[in-house]
């Protein structure tokens, strides 16, 4: 299991949440406190990043960094964390799954356009179950653009599906349409399939915890903190004291630049 964490809000540098944190992302990459399964995650990492939008143009670009080493292991990190400064970005800590190689292809985040994407659960088995079923549903645009092996691409590429398809469709919907597609097909192979999903697209951040057969993994929102002000924060577990509520399992959540929560629908 991965770790993974979403912020919008004022713009900080992302060492506010990356390093400074006495839970920080770097900490949990070695020392994480609330995963099953695995001790560490230091099968690379990566985060993504809005620039700030020219006026008059419809969006910022989207920016990645991707690493194959360990968090702790960059030594560039501690630059780009203080030069980097964001109204939104996010985060994912890698700990590969069986079978899932230790490859740059396969760090996250994944993009589409101005879209980021960062998830952490699996798909069981997923080479014998799952793998040839979604590839089977994916059009053209989504299908090119995988270019790693893990379950967490073939998830996005199901998504980006739905929104090349269905170019009219909401974001949210289409994440619940995503997960609830998977939801089917790995009841029909049974088995387990978690997905605990961030996505950013600048402006808006939108997150689902969810597992089809047990209490999915963590996920944790903040709001408006004395640490962070006018933000709102998601992340597998809490980076310093506040009020940090579970997220609940299930639900499809939107949150834009009022910081009104918003749920969109619940998956069973």
């Keep these: 299991m991965c770790r993974i964490l979403g912020y919008l809000g004022p713009s900080i540098a992302l060492e506010e949440v990356v390093l400074k944190p006495a839970h920080s992302m770097l900490v949990q990459s070695y020392k994480p406190r609330e995963m099953k399964g695995a001790v560490l995650n230091g099968d690379g990492f990566g985060f993504g990043w809005h620039g700030a939008s020219d006026e008059g143009t419809a969006a910022a670009d989207a920016f990645v960094y991707r690493n194959l080493l360990p968090m702790w292991n960059d030594r560039s990190l501690p630059d780009l964390c203080r030069y980097i400064r964001a109204e939104n970005f996010v985060v994912n800590l890698r700990s590969a799954t069986e079978k899932m190689p230790v490859d740059i292809s396969n760090c996250q985040p ?27 549903r994916l059009c053209d645009v989504a299908y090119r653009s995988i270019q790693g092996l893990t379950d967490s691409e073939h998830m996005f590429a199901l998504l ?21 597609e998977l939801a089917g097909l790995a009841e029909k192979a049974d088995v387990r399939m978690a997905a605990n999903i961030v996505l950013s697209t600048g402006d808006r951040l939108i997150w689902l915890r969810y597992d089809n ?15 962070l002000p006018g933000a709102v924060l998601v992340s ?8 940090w509520q579970p997220c609940t399992q299930g639900e499809v959540v939107s949150v834009e630049r009022d910081l009104q929560v918003r749920t969109y629908a619940r998956l069973e």
């Design 160 to 180: 980006v599906h739905y929104l090349v398809t269905q170019p009219e469709i909401d974001l949210a919907e289409a994440l619940r349409c995503t997960v609830e």
């Design 236 to 243: 597998s577990e809490p980076l310093f004291e506040g009020d």
């Design 110 to 136: 994944f993009k589409h356009g101005q879209l980021l994407f960062v998830h952490n659960g699996l798909i069981e088995n997923f080479f014998d179950s799952l793998y040839r079923p979604i590839r089977e």
């Design 213 to 227: 057969r047990r209490d999915a993994p963590s996920l944790y929102l903040l709001r408006e903190s004395t640490r």
